[in-house]
């Protein structure tokens, strides 16, 4: 997959830190903070599928962090909670996210780069890591998991490879089952997947984050897939 993005530098007192947002935004997906309540990532076909190809992008930027803002998305009925914007780093890189209003200020003037994705390589370590996941689940070290925090009205995940590889081949199969949902065609928020796995665990209640798909309205111009996009006319010879 081959992503149009938009690379900063900017500073945070004597470190420099690569940044790359995507371009154009996603406007028609929006996160609810996690942290608070129930998170929910929901988004339609363009927007999942390009947020599973920034993960992949980030499993294999280590020295990258991927901004992705989406509290300025177009506001839905559903679901209801605190948007905040996502930022994916690595958690090698030891980027805090106090750091990050600094960060935030210095995007400006960006360039414009296109990043490209290996989907093969990335469901091949995601798979690694499901294999893991299902041999040792309530033993997993804390790199083999998703790391997450909010701040500044923005979800930081902290992961590694093979966690935000995982995380996209989830978020890619939402992209793909959403639309063939019984509920789709009416605009219904469909609910695909999960993250939650990726999540540390904790007593009691821990953080959820599910992955939902929805056609933007009006949706006339959603068909799903497998049913032609031009109902065709009749012609004068035809009853």
Same mark, same amino acid.
């Given at each position: 997959? =081959?992503?149009?993005?938009e690379?900063f ?9 690569r940044? %790359?947002?995507p371009?154009?935004?996603?406007r028609?997906?929006? @996160?609810v903070?996690?942290?608070?309540? &129930?998170?929910?990532l929901? +988004? ?6 390009r947020?599973? +190809? @920034?993960?992949s992008?980030?499993?294999? !930027? *280590? ?6 803002p989406l509290r300025q998305?177009?506001p839905r009925d559903?679901?209801q909670g605190v948007?905040?914007?996502?930022v994916l780093?690595h958690q090698?890189?030891g ?7 600094a ?6 003037h960006g ?5 490209r994705?290996?989907?093969r390589?990335?469901a =091949?370590?995601a798979?690694d890591?499901?294999d893991? &996941?299902?041999? /040792?689940w309530?033993r997993l070290?804390?790199t083999g998991?998703?790391?997450p925090a %909010?701040h500044a009205?923005?979800l930081?995940l902290?992961g590694a490879?093979d966690t935000f590889?995982?995380?996209s081949?989830?978020? +890619?199969g939402?992209?793909g089952?959403g639309?063939?949902?019984? +509920? ?5 928020? %469909?609910?695909?997947?999960?993250l939650?796995?990726l999540l540390p @665990? !904790? /007593?009691?209640r821990?953080t959820? @984050?599910d992955?939902?798909f929805?056609a933007? *309205? ?5 068909? *799903?897939p497998g049913?032609?996009? /031009?109902r065709?006319r009749?012609t004068a010879? !035809?009853?």
């Open positions: 997959m =081959r992503l149009r993005a690379e530098q900017p500073r945070a007192g004597r470190y420099a830190f940044v %790359v947002q371009r154009p935004a996603l028609h997906t929006t @996160l903070d996690p942290m608070r309540d &129930w998170g929910y929901v +988004g339609d076909h363009d927007g999942l599928a947020l599973a +190809g @920034l993960f992008f980030a499993a294999y !930027s *280590p020295h990258t962090v991927v901004h992705v998305s177009i559903f679901p948007p905040v914007d996502l780093v090698t890189l980027l805090r996210p106090s750091t990050w209003p960060l935030r200020r210095g995007l400006t360039v414009p780069r296109t990043v994705t290996d989907e390589r990335t =091949r370590h798979a890591w499901e893991i &996941w299902e041999r /040792r309530d070290p804390r998991r998703v790391q %909010v009205r923005t930081f902290s490879r590889a995982a995380a081949v989830r978020i +890619g939402a992209a089952s639309p063939l949902a019984k +509920g789709a065609v009416k605009g219904y928020d %469909v609910l695909c997947a999960s939650t796995a @665990l !904790s /007593r009691g821990g959820e @984050l992955i939902g929805q933007y *309205p009006p949706l006339a111009h959603f068909t *799903p049913r032609s996009a /031009r065709r009749p010879a !035809s009853p």
